[in-house]
């Protein structure tokens, strides 16, 4: 576990284990993660510092289980849920603070008075909200500090490889506690980022274009508790993100044999490869995002040790953007927009009992309900230039004149295109319960259930405007509503022989729950995808070594997921869908160490291998050029047995980190890390495999009483490495090219910077 040792804000979790506990909430309640049977990695406030690790997919550099692909989705042990759609919910969920966050874009906002963060490899569903049938990211910020005032503040500045000049950021973050009476405090905190892009984007056309990124943000929360055993906490957010970078970075890979773009790319200067980090488009792009929320949480402890406590919680997203999809000087799909705006609610009712009776556990009612209101369109020209689409046939906006051709009797909105409004709707009710029995002092049985009903609805407009091609079904209207009901499950085993050992075991079922594609195959389509089901088992050791100065863990897992939900792209509308995959399995072995040999120095090794394959999945889109023995006449082929895109093999991180005295005021502080990926698969078209990727982190500073300040780098040796490789579909329609773009973030590249804080 990749985490320095921690105060507990739990006297009972910590027991005897001294400093040394690393306290997790992994299973909702505060425990030692050594005393959690859940295959857990912890990164705590001080390592995130040290790291400079600011966001989501910072967390995967020393969380090997967690990958990160595109438009922030995640994968865990090599499933996630890859896809454009917004009316379904990921695979991997994100819980901050203890409420789940039922959209991808939350993951957008960087990190900021973070206390600790958690990746719990497998299900976790039952005790975590709902879905997260792969996974859950569990992030908890810094609570209140009653009677304490503190103030903080960290600026970082930073210089990133990019072609041509290298790309500037800045970052600061500021933090207030103050107490108000006794038995109340509220903390206050803020960031403000300006980032340069990824890669040069050269807009040879007037209008909007913002590559780089700006962000703010301010969290407030309030804690009072008026006696001891009453507490509220109540906490207040808001974001804004402006900027495509790090979402829509798109550069030519590679060319296909009879491309379309060769001699526009050259003539615009780029060179298409997988180094490639320039792009030059003819329209406008930016991406605006807003997100906001209010929650409050309260607890009751009874006489008994009994716990009562409910989390309301109001979370909110607005989304508007825009990019040039073909990234080209020439309009061939030059507009792809969509705007979209969000609510959830959501209230948690939870009994926990207390783990000093024989039988422990919780029990909970839990209700969701988030609406989401979307429009979007892509239109574009096919490389045709306007004079010729200006006329018939095409009759790209022109003037509509009666009459037999060459009249045109209708003005096309784009020689090619599409458009759509709709309105999705998630409606989950569950009442769930987990309960451990300890059967002798060193053997206990755990066992929990979940019931999950869930009413999904979707009303969607499609191609109301004329086009000369239209993606998709034209003057198409699709409404339905999808209902399941679950029963996920839990069954476990715990045998602690000694204090410093616990080996378990468990099996059970997660769930997630239906959903739909944005966009119809055919007229009168049912949209709706299946419930996802993943069922699995795990068994691990959890070792104390040396006077707890080792801590190790090892975890064999397997899952078996059915009715994968996926999207493909159909090559006859010209557009991609969600769809069902048969069947898919993934097995592996987490192992974690983590040791103190002496003072001041904190080693780590973590690895994960992980074999993760569709056993049946027939239906997986073909890829431009693919021969017609493996490609058949629906456009799709057979990729059972074949290893999930966004998986790895085996990836692992060793690191090291020392904090030493130089003299009575200062210390010094140097810290390393390794990190291994073995290649990517990300599509299965030739080529769509991203490297192995072997990056070395760094840091070096000094510290005061109230001061710090350090240098450091990430990706130190410039391993250039995209996100994701994809197959560029225009290419493929009008040339039957096979073609490869790539998308970037800002792990992929080099970067070395300053960091300064201050304690007041």
Request: proline share 5%.
């Amino acid at each position: 576990m990749p985490a320095h040792a921690q105060e507990a804000g739990d006297a009972s979790a910590r027991n005897d284990e001294g400093a040394n506990a690393i306290i997790v909430t992994a299973q909702r309640r505060e425990q030692n993660v050594m005393d959690v049977p859940v295959s857990v990695t912890v990164l705590s406030e001080e390592i995130l510092t040290d790291r400079g690790i600011n966001d989501l997919r910072g967390v995967t550099k020393l969380a090997p289980s967690l990958q990160a692909g595109q438009d922030n989705q995640f994968s865990i042990r090599g499933i996630g849920t890859a896809t454009y759609a917004d009316t379904v919910e990921p695979s991997v969920t994100q819980v901050i603070d203890d409420v789940v966050l039922g959209a991808r874009y939350f993951a957008s906002i960087g990190f900021y008075d973070i206390e600790r963060v958690e990746v719990l490899n497998g299900p976790q569903g039952l005790l975590f909200g709902k879905n997260a049938s792969a996974g859950v990211v569990n992030i908890t910020t810094t609570p209140p500090r009653l009677g304490r005032f503190e103030a903080s503040m960290e600026t970082e500045v930073v210089t990133r490889h990019r072609d041509g000049d290298d790309g500037l950021g800045f970052r600061t973050q500021g933090t207030i506690n103050v107490p108000v009476g006794e038995t109340s405090a509220l903390r206050m905190n803020a960031i403000y980022g300006d980032r340069d892009s990824i890669v040069n984007i050269e807009n040879v056309n007037p209008g909007r274009a913002e590559a780089d990124v700006e962000e703010y943000a301010f969290r407030a929360k309030f804690l009072t508790e008026p006696s001891d055993v009453f507490s509220v906490y109540v906490i207040g957010d808001y974001g804004n993100f402006s900027g495509i970078s790090g979402t829509f970075d798109y550069t030519y890979r590679s060319l296909g044999e009879g491309s379309q773009y060769p001699e526009l790319l050259a003539e615009a200067g780029v060179e298409p490869g997988p180094r490639n980090l320039t792009s030059v488009v003819d329209a406008p792009y930016f991406r605006d995002l807003e997100t906001g929320g209010l929650q409050a949480k309260l607890s009751y402890l009874f006489d008994n040790d009994f716990e009562i406590s409910n989390i309301f919680a109001w979370k909110t997203y607005s989304l508007d953007q825009t990019f040039d999809s073909d990234f080209t000087p020439t309009d061939f799909l030059n507009r792809n927009a969509a705007t979209s705006s969000y609510d959830q609610f959501s209230n948690e009712l939870r009994l926990t009992l207390p783990d000093s009776n024989r039988v422990s556990g919780q029990a909970g009612l839990y209700y969701f309900y988030s609406r989401n209101d979307f429009t979007g369109y892509r239109r574009g020209a096919s490389g045709i230039p306007p004079f010729v689409t200006g006329g018939f046939p095409f009759c790209v906006d022109v003037e509509v004149s009666p009459g037999p051709p060459p009249a045109c009797n209708v003005s096309n909105v784009a020689f090619i295109g599409q458009d759509y409004a709709g309105e999705n709707t998630i409606e989950s009710m569950a009442v769930f319960g987990q309960l451990n029995y300890q059967l002798l002092d060193t053997l206990s049985v755990t066992a929990g259930g979940r019931i999950t009903h869930d009413n999904v609805s979707l009303d969607l407009l499609e191609n109301t405007r004329p086009y000369f091609v239209t993606l998709g079904v034209p003057n198409n209207r699709s409404t339905g509503e999808a209902r399941n009901t679950n029963f996920s499950w839990r069954l476990g085993v715990d045998w602690e022989p000694v204090p410093e050992t616990l080996v378990y075991g468990f099996a059970g079922q997660g769930y997630k729950g239906p959903g739909f594609s944005n966009a119809s195959p055919a007229p009168n389509a049912d949209l709706s995808v299946e419930p996802e089901i993943s069922t699995s088992g795990e068994i691990g050791i959890k070792q104390a070594l040396f006077d707890r100065r080792v801590n190790l863990s090892v975890a064999a897992f397997y899952t078996r997921f059915d009715n994968l939900q996926v999207q493909a792209f159909d090559a006859a509308l010209q557009t991609i869908i969600l769809q069902n995959a048969a069947e898919a399995t993934t097995m592996g072995v987490d192992v974690n160490i983590q040791a103190q040999p002496v003072r001041g120095l904190t080693l780590l090794a973590s690895a994960s291998y992980v074999d993760a394959t569709y056993d049946t999945y027939t239906g997986r889109e073909c890829y431009p050029g693919q021969v017609a023995a493996s490609c058949d006449a629906t456009g799709t082929f057979d990729v059972s047995g074949r290893q999930v895109p966004q998986s790895a093999k085996f990836t692992s991180v060793v690191s090291a980190d020392y904090e030493f005295p130089l003299n009575s005021a200062l210390n010094g502080i140097i810290g390393g890390s390794y990190y291994h990926r073995s290649s990517l698969l990300s599509e299965y078209a030739p080529g769509a495999v991203i490297p192995a990727w072997d990056t070395f982190d760094g840091n070096i500073g000094i510290e005061g009483a109230n001061w710090r300040a350090s240098l450091f780098c990430k990706n130190c040796f410039n391993q250039i490495r995209p996100v994701s490789i994809e197959v560029e579909a225009g290419d493929g329609i009008n040339a039957g090219a096979l073609t490869l773009v790539q998308r970037w973030s800002y792990d992929s590249v080099r970067t070395m910077g300053v960091r300064v804080g201050l304690d007041f």
